[in-house]
C-alpha cells in the first residue's frame, strides 16, 4: 500500500497547512525524525521534543506565515510545519533521508527546521511547474 | 551516515532490551510508525499512541519476558518492547515497510506486536546462525 494513500485531495498548500489531522500524525513524524537527528548527532539513541516555539519560528522564516490566518496561536503555527513536513514525505517529494540530512546539517533548531520548510516549498515548486 | 551508526554494541539480547537510551528512541518510533498504521486503516491522516499495557502484553506473548528481570513493571515491559522494535530497524533487520505491513495485518493492537515482535525475533536469530 502507498503511503500517499492517507493524504485527501489538497487544492493549495493553506490547506495542508491547516489539515489538523495531518498535522498529528506530522507530531509523531517530525519528533521521531528529529529524536534521529539528535541521536546521530550524539552517537547514541535519544528522544527529542520539537516545541512548538521552534517550528513557529521556522515557519515565519520559511515566508509560510502570509499563507496562515492572521489571528492564529503558536499551537497552530507548529502544526502548520508538522502538517507540511510529513505532507512532503507521504507526498514522495522529500525522502525520509533527504529529512534526516536536511536537519542535521544545522545545529540551531530554528534553521535546522527552516532549511527543511524551504527545501520542501522549493522541490513542490518544481514539481508544479514540471506537472 | 548510516543509521546503525547510533547503536552501541550489545552483548546479548537481555542488553538491547533494557536500554532506556534506546527505548526512548523507540517510543518515538513506535508511534510514529502506529500512528501511519492507524492512517492507512482509517484513509486519514491520524496520530495514535500505544499504551504500555498493549506493547506489555505482547513482550509476555512474544516470549520475552523470560529474558528480563523478575520484579519489572508494565512501563519497563513496554519500554523492552519499543527498544527491541527501534533496534531491528536500525540495525536493517526489519525495515520500516515491513513493520508497518506487519502491524497493517492485524486489527488487535496486541496481536500485531506480537507478531512484529516475532517477526523480529526470528529474524535475529537466522542472523546469528548465518553470521
Redesign the interface.
Known amino acids: 500500500?502507498s503511503?500517499g494513500?492517507?493524504?485527501?485531495e489538497y487544492r493549495n498548500l493553506e490547506e495542508v497547512l491547516l489539515?489538523k489531522?495531518?498535522a498529528?500524525?506530522?507530531?509523531?513524524?517530525v519528533?521521531?525524525l528529529y529524536?534521529?537527528v539528535v541521536?546521530?548527532r550524539s552517537?547514541?539513541?535519544?528522544?527529542a521534543k520539537v516545541n512548538n516555539r521552534i517550528l513557529a519560528e521556522a515557519v515565519r522564516k520559511a515566508g509560510l506565515r502570509k499563507l496562515l490566518p492572521r489571528r492564529i496561536d503558536r499551537h497552530a503555527l507548529g502544526n502548520a510545519a508538522e502538517a507540511l513536513i510529513?505532507f512532503a514525505w507521504?507526498d514522495d517529494t522529500v525522502t525520509?533521508e533527504d529529512s534526516l540530512g536536511i536537519l542535521?546539517e544545522k545545529d540551531n533548531g530554528v534553521e535546522a527546521f527552516t532549511a527543511l520548510l524551504r527545501e520542501i516549498l522549493e522541490r513542490l515548486d518544481k514539481r508544479d511547474e514540471q506537472g
Chains 1, 2 share one sequence.
Do not use: E
Not at 24 to 29: E, I, N, P, R, S
Open positions: 500500500m503511503k494513500y492517507v493524504l485527501r489539515d489531522d495531518l498529528g500524525l506530522g507530531d509523531a513524524y519528533n521521531f529524536s534521529l541521536s546521530q552517537g547514541h539513541p535519544k528522544s510529513v507521504l525520509f542535521g
